[in-house]
């Protein structure tokens, strides 16, 4: 309960994320107090504040459920009837070329609920305890809690496409082309400008989406090009090609990452290490 209120920040939100009463969360907050002997929230009109003692008390109560459950876990499987269930959250990318297959190779073991989510929103999901482990890049972690555990699971480049036919040598070749790309503030479109620069030029864009199949509608009818995850490309729609003896330099780490507390855990470990030998 203390740690469904410690993400929400309100007493009504938790009691609906628990299914309790408003009042029954409460009673349940202030037996807290008592047991604790310390003020763990600070109330006002808009919910409630963790004070410093009801912070490192939030933080405890994760690993302890963490911690509870695998315990849980490694009991029934030991009795030889548990199926583990997962919630993992990734960009979109990654859930047909790493997560669905896993998926289905595990599916006797592990039952995996996949959430879609962009990396930093994924973090944030494995954070709050709403999923047991993401698939992100190294950059949405970088600064994030050094209690999150990473795992690199592969180097992803970034990669030149353009209409099918177009001959290209090298990245100055497209210096007057017209461009496809993420928004400026984006991490996709902010590195493939920075590419793009490096090669000495600023891109014409002419649209500006994160969504990779718009991208190839562009590439297509437009003529355009674009810079791509090679993650992304998996299911290339005709007239669109790579131009994969291009390396523009730069590729993003795209890591596994959990909750330092659910390295113990059986079904979480099995994943990560199905994921390497992808």
């Known amino acids: ?28 907050l202030a037996v807290l ?19 410093s003692a009801g912070q490192v008390l939030a933080r405890r109560s994760g690993e302890l459920l963490d911690l509870v459950r695998t315990g849980f876990e490694d009991a029934a499987r030991a009795a030889g009837h548990h199926q583990a ?14 997560l669905l297959p896993v998926r289905q190779r595990l599916a006797s073991e592990i039952d995996i ?10 973090v944030q999901l494995v954070e709050a ?12 972690v970088d600064l994030r809690s ?21 001959r290209v040598r090298e990245l100055a070749d497209c210096a007057d082309d017209r461009w496809v790309l993420g928004g400026p503030h984006s991490r996709h479109g902010d590195a493939a400008r920075r590419v793009c620069r490096a090669a000495g030029f600023e891109p014409n864009v002419i649209v500006e989406t994160e969504d990779h199949r718009i991208a190839f509608d562009v590439v297509r ?25 291009i390396d523009v330099g730069h590729a993003r780490r795209v890591e596994f990452v959990t909750r330092s507390t659910m390295r113990t855990n059986a079904a979480v470990m099995r994943l990560r290490d199905v994921l390497l030998a992808l």
């Not at 107090?33 to 004070?51: D, K, M, Q």
Request: without cysteine; charged residues 20%; hydrophobic residues 50%.
């Open 1 to 28: 309960m203390f740690l469904a209120l410690s993400t929400v920040g309100t007493v009504a939100g938790a009691a609906r994320s628990l299914g309790y009463t408003p009042s029954a969360v409460s009673q349940q």
């Open 33 to 51: 107090e008592r047991e604790a002997g310390v003020a763990l929230v600070e109330r006002s009109n808009r919910g409630v504040v963790l004070t």
């Open 85 to 98: 269930t997962l919630a993992i959250a990734s960009f979109p990318t990654a859930i047909p070329t790493l």
């Open 113 to 122: 609920v996949v959430v879609d989510a962009e990396p930093e929103r994924a």
């Open 129 to 140: 305890h709403e999923a047991d482990a993401a698939i992100t890049d190294a950059e949405a």
């Open 146 to 166: 050094n209690e999150l555990h990473r795992t690199l699971l592969r180097t992803d480049p970034l990669r030149l496409v353009v209409p099918k036919g177009k």
């Open 221 to 245: 009818a437009a003529g355009a090009v674009t810079l791509l995850p090679e993650m992304a490309l998996v299911d290339l729609p005709a007239g669109v090609a790579i131009a994969r003896s």
